[in-house]
């Protein structure tokens, strides 16, 4: 074991929690607010409303694991902290969607990229989607607060090659790149953040402010899926929660209810408007689930000379904003560039094909770079947007539907990418296409990207971002909750996380629900006091 | 060969999207629904936790085509069966609706009903030739059915992440593990 592990041992100290899977009878469980959902707005609102004296309790569908559990093994750690089990996919099976199914939320597995929301977007939700109080001022002082938390800075250490290769094909072409802020304290630069910190140097919920919270006094369930809010008129009265079983995978019959004065929830993108319609809640505008976006993700492979290892190194320390607002806010499709870590596992399925094309891809994963480009969806009327839809046993499924205007950007995208991996060096670059083989020079790269028929499930695709879904805004007929993240139509209900945004945020978006959720966590705190 | 045997009267390629279960689709198209329920076991294989005895024909067969370069030939039965262990793992740990879907494929792929008009492997997956592979990926992944289309990516997903993550594979990637702290 490299370093203590500070959540076992505040178990041992005290801290009151329930493993679901664990329970031999239903069980009843009270608190002054209960929070579903332990990532980055449910653990936000945990510390902040238990440090003002409330007593808290957390409720996580997804597992207890902690840094002793991570071994930087891609096989056990994507089934075991991934939502459905990395399963999860838009409805037509076209996106893989990663978010994390545990205690500390998809801030347990994300790759620490932290930014503040950009100006232009909460300017947009203002201006748009009548969004208040979030100006780009009103929010500075929350960000501010959230970057001390969590010791968001830039990176100190120099990039990996990985990421060094947007640094150089931006110098040459003299393209827009900055060093990524990244959630880290002591980071030993290994480069395994999705598959959890093994030294809890990356500052997720897991580490801070639960923790905090349980020293407060506050509880944890974990393994209980929240199913259903228990409505009467216009409250809430309670959560019936469904333990499930060590995997995440079935309930095991036992039922968990929850009752509190207030309610926040903080399932995150596609989870908090399924736990809203599974409840059938008051809904007049049919807004729940609406307006899903993704931040899609297209992605550009390309081979050097020198060594790469895109396996090791702090994951993503570089970035490039140089096309995500050039053509304004609404203009065509924008995108922000960045790499990801390239572990074998998740490698091979990103590469493409199979036999001996996808060996001789792999065989060269130490001389392979990959670039992503994440999509700014939601901006303009043409974005493609998704719809969360129950399936058969109530749980959420995503429809997103592609347009011309997003499958416009993939192209623009592959040609960006391509134009930056010639720059700085590379001997060939593949797009990451079905009909793409590996192409030597940029001229080709534009022909062959020119020529791509650009459909789903030949163009790989993929998103690490949910947002929206139960977007705020003052007009009911638009949004869920108003911008406090107060239901609309429920009296006692708040929602904390990120499927409060109206559009998607354009960058990565951790950040974005730390600030906003901290305010609204204070802000309720206050409500409450005066209640 | 065409998917023609999917061109029964009332049910358009909408209708087939719409319902999305594939195994209940293709078996509904073939008029055989009543007479084959119950068919497919859904007791797990010695040694797994999901997958079953009909699952490992079609799998034995195709995951040796998928590895075919990235594995040294007398290394490939140990690959199989590992590769086999990684997937029945994950399976094990996917959503049951997900789950869900992926057995209905490999019920499409395991019952000859459905297997001959779809893939173009009429006789067993044992006698199928690493070719005959090749041409239903192939076809799988330019069908006109989307449902086609979505389990040609599957298969090669689950596969390939299969192996990937078995340290078997990483010498021919060049990937020396996660460091030792």
Same mark, same amino acid.
């Not at chain 1, 120099?158 to 304290?185: A, S």
């Not at chain 1, 490039?320 to 990801?340: A, I, N, Y």
């Given at each position: 074991?490299?370093?203590?592990?500070?959540?076992?041992?505040?178990?041992?100290?005290?801290?009151?929690?329930?493993?679901?899977?664990?329970?031999?009878?239903?069980?009843?469980?009270?608190?002054?607010?209960?929070?579903?959902?332990?990532?980055?707005?449910?653990?936000?609102?945990?510390?902040?409303?238990?440090?003002?004296?409330?007593?808290?309790?957390?409720?996580?569908?997804?597992?207890?694991?902690?840094?002793?559990?991570?071994?930087?093994?891609?096989?056990?750690?994507?089934?075991?902290?991934?939502?459905?089990g990395?399963?999860?996919?838009?409805?037509?099976?076209?996106?893989?969607?990663?978010q994390?199914?545990?205690?500390?939320?998809?801030?347990?597995?994300?790759?620490?990229?932290?930014?503040?929301?950009?100006?232009?977007?909460?300017?947009?939700?203002?201006?748009?989607?009548?969004?208040?109080?979030?100006?780009?001022?009103?929010?500075?002082?929350?960000?501010?607060?959230?970057?001390?938390?969590?010791?968001v800075?830039?990176?100190?250490?120099?990039?990996?090659?990985?990421?060094?290769?947007?640094?150089?094909?931006?110098?040459k072409?003299?393209?827009?790149?900055?060093?990524?802020?990244?959630?880290v304290?002591?980071?030993?630069?290994?480069?395994?953040?999705?598959?959890?910190?093994?030294?809890?140097?990356?500052?997720?919920?897991?580490?801070?402010?639960?923790?905090?919270?349980?020293?407060?006094?506050?509880?944890?369930?974990?393994?209980?899926?929240?199913?259903?809010?228990?409505?009467?008129?216009?409250?809430?009265?309670?959560?019936?929660?469904?333990?499930m079983?060590?995997?995440?995978?079935?309930?095991?019959?036992?039922?968990?209810?929850?009752?509190?004065?207030?309610?926040? %929830?903080? /399932?995150? $993108?596609?989870?908090?408007?399924?736990?809203? &319609?599974?409840?059938?809640?008051? +809904?007049?505008?049919? #807004? =729940?689930?609406?307006?899903?976006?993704?931040?899609?993700?297209?992605?550009?492979?390309?081979?050097?000379?020198?060594?790469?290892?895109?396996?090791?190194?702090?994951?993503?320390?570089?970035?490039?904003?140089?096309?995500?607002?050039?053509?304004?806010?609404?203009g065509?499709?924008?995108?922000?560039?960045?790499?990801?870590?390239?572990?074998?596992?998740?490698?091979?399925?990103?590469?493409?094909?199979?036999?001996?094309?996808?060996?001789?891809?792999?065989?060269?994963?130490?001389?392979?770079?990959?670039?992503?480009?994440?999509?700014?969806?939601?901006?303009?009327?043409?974005?493609?947007?998704?719809?969360?839809? %129950?399936? /058969?046993? $109530?749980?959420?499924?995503?429809?997103?539907? &592609?347009?011309?205007?997003?499958? +416009?950007?993939?192209? #623009? =995208?592959?040609?960006?990418?391509?134009e930056?991996?010639?720059?700085?060096?590379?001997?060939?670059?593949?797009?990451?296409?079905?009909?793409?083989?590996?192409?030597?020079?940029?001229?080709?790269?534009?022909?062959?990207i020119?020529?791509?028929?650009?459909?789903?499930?030949?163009?790989?695709?993929?998103?690490?971002?949910?947002?929206?879904?139960?977007?705020?805004?003052?007009?009911?007929?638009?949004?869920?909750?108003?911008?406090?993240?107060?239901?609309?139509q429920?009296?006692?209900?708040?929602?904390?996380?990120?499927s409060?945004?109206?559009?998607?945020?354009?960058?990565?978006?951790?950040?974005?629900?730390?600030?906003?959720?901290?305010?609204?966590?204070?802000?309720?705190?206050?409500?409450?006091r005066?209640? | 060969?065409?998917?023609?045997?999917?061109?029964?009267?009332?049910?358009?390629?909408?209708?087939?999207?719409?319902?999305?279960?594939?195994?209940?689709?293709?078996?509904?198209?073939?008029?055989?629904?009543?007479?084959?329920?119950?068919?497919?076991?859904?007791?797990p294989?010695?040694?797994?936790?999901?997958?079953?005895?009909?699952?490992?024909?079609?799998?034995?067969?195709?995951?040796?085509?998928?590895?075919?370069?990235?594995v040294?030939?007398?290394?490939?039965?140990?690959?199989?069966?590992?590769?086999?262990?990684?997937?029945?793992?994950?399976?094990?740990?996917?959503s049951?609706?997900?789950?869900?879907?992926?057995v209905?494929?490999?019920?499409?792929?395991?019952?000859?009903?459905?297997?001959?008009?779809?893939?173009?492997i009429?006789?067993?997956?044992?006698?199928?030739?690493?070719?005959?592979?090749?041409?239903?990926?192939?076809?799988?992944?330019?069908?006109?059915?989307?449902?086609?289309?979505?389990?040609?990516?599957?298969?090669?997903q689950?596969?390939?992440?299969?192996?990937?993550?078995?340290?078997?594979?990483?010498?021919?990637?060049?990937?020396?593990?996660?460091?030792?702290?």
């Amino acid at each position: 074991m490299p370093v203590p592990d500070l959540f076992a041992e505040g178990l041992a100290r005290g801290w009151k929690t329930y493993n679901g899977s664990r329970l031999d009878q239903d069980l009843t469980l009270e608190a002054d607010v209960a929070i579903v959902g332990t990532g980055a707005g449910g653990g936000t609102t945990a510390e902040i409303l238990s440090a003002a004296g409330y007593k808290v309790l957390l409720i996580e569908e997804g597992p207890l694991k902690t840094s002793s559990d991570f071994k930087m093994q891609e096989a056990e750690a994507y089934p075991s902290l991934y939502q459905e089990g990395i399963g999860r996919m838009s409805k037509d099976g076209a996106i893989t969607i990663m978010q994390g199914r545990a205690v500390g939320g998809t801030t347990l597995v994300n790759w620490t990229s932290s930014f503040r929301t950009p100006e232009p977007t909460l300017e947009h939700w203002a201006k748009e989607h009548n969004v208040k109080g979030h100006s780009p001022a009103e929010m500075a002082p929350w960000f501010e607060k959230m970057e001390q938390r969590l010791g968001v800075a830039p990176w100190i250490m120099p990039p990996n090659v990985n990421n060094d290769i947007i640094r150089l094909g931006c110098e040459k072409l003299g393209y827009h790149w900055k060093v990524i802020p990244r959630n880290v304290r002591g980071c030993w630069n290994l480069g395994y953040c999705g598959m959890g910190c093994p030294t809890n140097a990356k500052q997720s919920m897991l580490v801070t402010t639960i923790p905090a919270t349980l020293e407060k006094g506050g509880e944890l369930l974990y393994l209980a899926r929240a199913d259903k809010l228990l409505i009467d008129g216009d409250k809430v009265t309670g959560i019936q929660c469904q333990a499930m079983d060590e995997r995440c995978v079935a309930p095991t019959g036992r039922t968990i209810t929850v009752k509190a004065k207030h309610y926040v %929830l903080s /399932g995150g $993108g596609i989870n908090t408007p399924a736990i809203l &319609m599974r409840s059938d809640a008051p +809904d007049p505008h049919k #807004r =729940a689930g609406k307006r899903t976006f993704i931040h899609l993700v297209n992605f550009s492979a390309a081979q050097f000379e020198q060594v790469v290892n895109p396996f090791y190194g702090a994951p993503q320390s570089i970035y490039s904003d140089h096309f995500q607002w050039d053509h304004g806010t609404t203009g065509r499709m924008s995108f922000k560039l960045e790499v990801p870590p390239l572990q074998p596992a998740l490698t091979a399925t990103l590469l493409g094909r199979f036999g001996e094309d996808n060996a001789l891809r792999m065989e060269q994963l130490p001389h392979t770079n990959a670039m992503l480009a994440l999509l700014r969806d939601g901006f303009h009327p043409e974005s493609a947007e998704g719809t969360v839809e %129950l399936r /058969g046993d $109530g749980s959420p499924v995503l429809d997103y539907q &592609m347009t011309d205007y997003t499958w +416009d950007g993939v192209r #623009r =995208a592959f040609h960006t990418m391509a134009e930056i991996q010639f720059a700085a060096g590379a001997k060939s670059v593949l797009p990451l296409h079905a009909d793409a083989g590996y192409v030597k020079t940029l001229g080709e790269a534009k022909s062959l990207i020119d020529g791509l028929s650009l459909e789903i499930y030949r163009t790989r695709l993929g998103s690490a971002h949910v947002m929206g879904g139960c977007a705020m805004g003052e007009d009911p007929s638009q949004a869920v909750t108003d911008s406090l993240g107060r239901h609309h139509q429920l009296g006692n209900l708040s929602i904390h996380d990120g499927s409060l945004f109206p559009t998607s945020i354009g960058a990565n978006p951790q950040l974005s629900v730390y600030g906003l959720t901290a305010q609204l966590a204070s802000q309720l705190a206050e409500r409450l006091r005066t209640a | 060969m065409n998917d023609s045997v999917l061109d029964a009267p009332g049910l358009s390629r909408r209708g087939l999207l719409k319902v999305g279960l594939m195994g209940t689709a293709f078996l509904a198209t073939a008029g055989l629904t009543a007479s084959l329920t119950g068919c497919s076991a859904s007791t797990p294989a010695n040694g797994f936790a999901i997958l079953r005895d009909s699952d490992l024909p079609f799998l034995k067969a195709l995951i040796p085509v998928m590895l075919a370069g990235a594995v040294k030939p007398e290394q490939m039965p140990a690959a199989i069966d590992g590769t086999l262990q990684n997937l029945d793992y994950s399976l094990n740990r996917l959503s049951p609706e997900m789950l869900k879907l992926t057995v209905q494929l490999f019920d499409v792929l395991a019952m000859a009903v459905t297997r001959g008009p779809l893939t173009g492997i009429w006789g067993s997956w044992e006698n199928a030739s690493a070719d005959d592979i090749r041409h239903f990926l192939d076809r799988w992944q330019n069908s006109s059915l989307s449902l086609l289309r979505m389990g040609h990516s599957s298969l090669l997903q689950l596969v390939m992440m299969g192996w990937y993550g078995r340290p078997e594979a990483w010498a021919h990637c060049g990937y020396p593990g996660p460091p030792k702290i």
